[in-house]
């Protein structure tokens, strides 16, 4: 039996009963509603378009390992060729006049994942994951950084559209803090959403760390209370390596950071969360707020209530496919953007950067696993418990788990529906994702956008007020979440099915996926369009946005 907070051996029922709302992302090889009926089958469903197969895993830890010992495949910009721009944003942004002021310090701590099981992790204000930073759309926020690291930092605000010298990657929008310095972020927070914050340098290291939080913008306008939910929690998922059984070389927990900050500064010094040399992914324990599930305290419900889930997936390589038997969830925004409908599902599919709000109602009284499944820990996926939601009266209750005759349907983009969208638009972009050593590059930790890794990807050049679009096809093995900084696009196409889409910032592609997404260039400045898998971003899956 799996220790508790570990990667578990058992065979869930949500392995075993899966129904697919028109695809995970609207593949069409998905879209039969057919039932699942056993984790055969579920390893076959992995085989599909709407997820990488069997050998993605393999692929995927064979890259990290491969990262670290064998040297870096792309180092970051000198500083000087990307000073940081000073140009607001274009776009009209209407403040409220308030001034919301928050201080981060930057450290190391020794945290308590759960009772006997502490890692070296990197945190803001010595927690993990960081504090809820909680503002109104519209208010001016200060954040003021201070670096106690004996490395340099950044902060990244995921999903925020802010000034692009506000916008944190090092050596291209900003100079990096250095140990014992501080820096002042300032930007008006817009939109309204989820969002989230974490490091943009040395990612794999910090940010895979413990280096994440939370940053929710409550809408300028709120509901009317008839219509707010009645309680919420906001979610942060993490992934750590804890074992020295899954670590051969040693049971170092974290990389020794580098002096001079990025993924370059990793390679070859033998230690972190995989093993150098044997090409394994050694996450072995994975939490929600920074807690493993023995350890996580219950999220409490009262019966009737409306409740509202912000989940994060703040990992540095998983997809997670979050569900909560017994309920039926309502996804109300995807990436922290309303939907113009609802959707009901039984489980909401995340890729590392991506939220989702769902709502449920406590109708069912009881105490009940909140699960999530994570296709590329074996070769049929596993299912992880993240923590209980217990109804008020029934905290001695049992946890429990989907019925045996289950169906559960997982959210799709295709079924997100979002504005209609303009067209055509006024720049296309072709990007064809790929890369590892199943695609023929040679390494592992060759990840490529039209065959070439940054810095050497070609950058897309836009012109203040273009409407662009962004063909994304993915021929590699494995997931690629991708990231924009600075916008919000809209989801167009699916797998060449026009349509008006979603609004997101980041967009999870799987194995031979074909998306189209749009954005409109308002706001000034050279951005990143990246995947926000850590180990494909430092294999070089990454481009530039430059205004012309």
């Known amino acids: 039996m799996a220790q508790p907070g570990t990667m578990p051996n058992r065979m869930a029922s949500l392995n075993q009963h899966l129904i697919c709302a028109n695809a995970i992302t609207g593949s069409s090889t998905m879209g039969n509603g057919r039932l699942i009926r056993s984790m055969a089958a579920v390893s076959q469903l992995l085989k599909t378009r709407a997820f990488a197969p069997l050998l993605v895993i393999l692929v995927l830890m064979t890259s990290v390992g491969a990262v670290l010992a064998a040297g870096a495949v792309w180092s970051r910009p000198d500083e000087s060729t990307h000073p940081a721009l000073t140009l607001p944003p274009l776009k009209q942004v209407q403040a409220t006049g308030q001034i919301k002021e928050f201080e981060l310090d930057v450290g190391r701590t020794g945290w308590e994942l759960a009772p006997g099981k502490t890692v070296d992790a990197y945190a803001y204000n010595g927690q993990v994951p960081g504090p809820e930073l909680r503002v109104t759309e519209g208010d001016t926020v200060r954040v003021t950084v201070k670096n106690a ?283 064809t994702l790929s890369g590892g050593v199943m695609m023929g590059m040679g390494s592992p930790t060759n990840w490529t956008i039209n065959g070439k890794n940054y810095p050497n990807t070609d950058p897309l050049e836009v012109h203040l007020g273009q409407r662009v679009r962004l063909k994304l096809l993915n021929m590699s093995m494995e997931d690629h979440p991708m990231h924009l900084h600075g916008h919000t696009f809209q989801v167009v196409a699916a797998n060449g099915r026009a349509i008006d889409g979603p609004l997101k910032d980041t967009l999870t592609v799987r194995h031979m996926e074909q998306y189209e997404i749009e954005f409109v260039a308002d706001n000034p400045g050279d951005w990143l369009f990246h995947c926000h898998n850590l180990v494909h971003m430092g294999g070089g899956l990454m481009t530039e946005i430059h205004y012309r």
């Open 149 to 431: 690291l004996q490395e340099p930092t950044t902060v990244h605000w995921h999903g925020v559209e802010v000034p692009v010298g506000m916008d944190g990657v090092l050596g291209l929008s900003q100079a990096p803090i250095q140990p014992g310095d501080t820096f002042t972020y300032e930007f008006v927070a817009i939109p309204a959403g989820t969002r989230w914050y974490h490091a943009h340098a040395n990612e794999l290291a910090q940010q895979g760390g413990g280096l994440v939080g939370a940053l929710i913008i409550e809408p300028r306008d709120p509901q009317p209370q008839s219509a707010r939910p009645d309680r919420e929690f906001t979610l942060v998922s993490g992934e750590w390596v804890t074992s020295s059984t899954t670590a051969p070389t040693g049971p170092m927990l974290m990389p020794t950071p580098g002096s001079a900050g990025g993924m370059d500064s990793m390679m070859g010094q033998g230690a972190g969360p995989m093993a150098q040399g044997v090409g394994r992914l050694n996450y072995d324990t994975f939490t929600l707020n920074g807690k493993t599930y023995s350890a996580a305290p219950p999220l409490m419900v009262r019966q009737g209530e409306r409740v509202r889930l912000r989940l994060i997936n703040a990992n540095a390589t998983d997809t997670q496919i979050f569900a909560l038997p017994g309920h039926r969830l309502s996804v109300t925004h995807t990436d922290g953007n309303v939907l113009q409908q609802p959707v009901q599902v039984e489980a909401v599919p995340l890729g590392v950067g991506e939220r989702a709000d769902v709502e449920f109602v406590a109708d069912n009284p009881g105490r009940w696993q909140l699960e999530a499944f994570m296709p590329a820990l074996s070769s049929q996926g596993e299912v992880v418990p993240l923590s209980d939601i217990v109804y008020e009266g029934h905290e001695a209750d049992a946890a429990q788990d989907f019925a045996p005759d289950a169906q559960v349907r997982i959210a799709s983009y295709a079924n997100f529906g979002g504005p209609p969208h303009p067209d055509p638009p006024d720049r296309v972009y072709e990007l």
